[in-house]
């Protein structure tokens, strides 16, 4: 069974300053690997994901996160972040094996503070 | 990009009563569609997965007689919390995947549930 860590439960930074979430997951099999941002009682929105291929990949709004197989990981990372950037952020796998059952991590809770 | 909707967004009931979610994937048809709850400040927990035509999967712990999925067509799942308690007070959200070769769950919006 997969399972998904992230290493702070709350990261509190100022605007225009870099950020990075922690995650990192274990699993016996293959994963994909997802961030979603939550904004107050909103649902989930889909930040970025690995399939395959480049481990580095990038969202539309600066984030990027890089898969590193052999440190398990799945850091998501924003070189200077907005006050609108603040958010619950989950990390979340799914085994790449069929039938898509996702586990979710704790979640981090951004604070970007002017 | 795809749109998934629940119904409704907030609902408040008495102790006993039951109440019915309703998830709809709004521009694509959904064949898988999951289940979550969220507790204040916590994480999703995976619920169900509901695949049309066909009985939920729960998950361990999950009453399955409590919440009752039905998942009638390839655009609609429900999600029926019976006899609800204070317990049972939480956020509710689901996901669908576009199509069996999907990788990507689409969230709908939630549903605030609160048990008085």
């Known amino acids: 069974a997969q399972s998904v860590t992230q290493l702070d439960s709350q990261v509190p930074v100022f605007e225009e300053a870099p950020v990075e979430l922690r995650c990192n997951y274990s699993s016996s099999v293959s994963v994909y690997l997802f961030w979603y941002v939550q904004y107050p009682n909103q649902g989930l929105q889909l930040l970025l994901k690995y399939l395959s291929g480049s481990t580095l990949v990038e969202s539309i709004n600066g984030f990027e996160a890089e898969f590193n197989k052999s440190q398990t990981s799945f850091h998501l990372r924003k070189p200077s972040v907005h006050i609108s950037d603040t958010a619950e952020y989950f990390c979340?796998?799914?085994?790449?094996?069929?039938?898509?059952?996702?586990?979710f991590g704790a979640g981090t809770r951004l604070f970007v503070k002017a | 990009g795809a749109v998934v909707s629940q119904h409704p967004s907030r609902v408040i009931c008495k102790s006993g009563t039951s109440v019915k979610i309703e998830c709809r994937s709004l521009d694509f048809q959904a064949t898988t569609m999951f289940w979550y709850r969220q507790f204040p400040k916590q994480s999703l927990m995976l619920m169900a997965t509901s695949n049309e035509g066909s009985k939920a999967t729960y998950e361990q712990g999950v009453e399955k007689d409590k919440f009752l999925i039905n998942h009638a067509s390839l655009t609609l799942s429900t999600l029926t919390v019976t006899s609800a308690h204070p317990e049972d007070s939480s956020f509710y959200i689901c996901s669908a995947l576009a199509g069996a070769a999907s990788d990507t769950q689409y969230f709908g919006p939630g549903t605030r549930l609160t048990v008085l």
């Open positions: 979340a796998v799914s085994e790449n094996t069929g039938g898509f059952k996702t586990i």
